[in-house]
């Protein structure tokens, strides 16, 4: 079965640094356009950071400078990097991604990864 698992959330003090992960798993060959949003109660899920095929790197305006995308060699993982957290970074993190295997690119999102900052 296809699909993306995140790991690495948990309990910040502000100020401090996170790394969330994300697998692909099933057979698939690679990630092309890979992304991370985040979902804080009773407000829409939102963009964090986003990279193409070609590595370019794209953050929202409240994290550019703190978060950093990135990826393996095998592109079968994507990471996100996450210092100087804010209390108002607290939510729940999903990884998106588009898996390329034989015969089919698709569209697919994680189960999300809780991530709150507090003291």
């Known amino acids: 079965q296809v699909q993306l698992v995140e790991s690495g959330g948990g309990l910040v003090q502000p100020g401090g640094s996170l790394k969330l992960a994300c697998a692909a798993s099933g057979s698939i060959l690679r990630m092309n356009t890979m992304g991370w949003y985040r979902q804080s109660p009773g407000k829409q899920r939102e963009f964090v950071a986003g990279?193409?095929?070609?590595?370019?790197?794209y953050y929202a305006d409240s994290v550019k400078g703190r978060f950093i995308i990135s990826r393996d060699n095998a592109s079968t993982m994507v990471f996100l990097q996450m210092s100087s957290l804010k209390p108002e970074d607290t939510a729940v993190y999903y990884c998106?991604?588009?898996?390329?295997?034989?015969?089919?690119?698709?569209?697919?999102w994680g189960q999300g990864t809780q991530v709150t900052v507090s003291s």
């Open positions: 990279m193409i095929s070609d590595s370019s790197t």
């Open positions: 998106n991604a588009d898996l390329v295997g034989n015969g089919f690119v698709r569209n697919y």
